[in-house]
């Protein structure tokens, strides 16, 4: 995998990886960025919470599981000192759909983080990861 990043301006950037498609990544203007974008960081708690979405979302389909809406909030606490690594995560999982059951939602979870996700694999180094989800009523 290769990524470049271009400056555009102060601390905004525009990045691009393998998929060709381009993302900006910046600073608030305090730090000399345009606010244009998300920051790394946010970058990162993004990068989490979809990973674990395309996981949760393709073991749910194996299991022929019928989730007709699907989200997950994401909150991180970050060291007050340098490097400023995430020290916790929690991920809220939101699901809809026809007859869920809990025992799949635990298990696709539970994969995602302890098995697939190679982000929850890195932040997991610094970060306590805790999970909670709902089955909501459509």
């Not at 470049?4 to 998929?19: M, R, V, Y």
């Not at 608030?28 to 989490?48: F, I, K, T, Y």
């Not at 007859?99 to 932040?123: F, H, N, P, W």
Request: hydrophobic share 40%; glycine share 8%.
């Amino acid at each position: 995998m290769k990524a470049t990043l271009k400056q555009i301006q102060g601390t905004t950037f525009a990045a691009k990886a393998d998929s060709n498609h381009w993302t900006v990544i910046d600073n608030s203007p305090e730090d000399d960025g345009s606010g244009a974008g998300g920051g790394p960081m946010e970058m990162v708690l993004m990068a989490l919470g979809s990973c674990s979405a395309v996981d949760i979302w393709l073991i749910l389909k194996k299991m022929r599981a019928k989730v007709s809406d699907f989200q997950i909030n994401l909150e991180g606490e970050r060291r007050d000192e340098h490097p400023r690594v995430f020290t916790k995560v929690h991920l809220e999982y939101l699901f809809r759909g026809e007859d869920l059951k809990e025992k799949d939602i635990e298990r696709a979870i539970q994969l995602s983080l302890d098995t697939y996700c190679s982000v929850a694999g890195m932040v997991g180094k610094t970060a306590e990861i805790k999970t909670s989800y709902k089955i909501l009523k459509d």
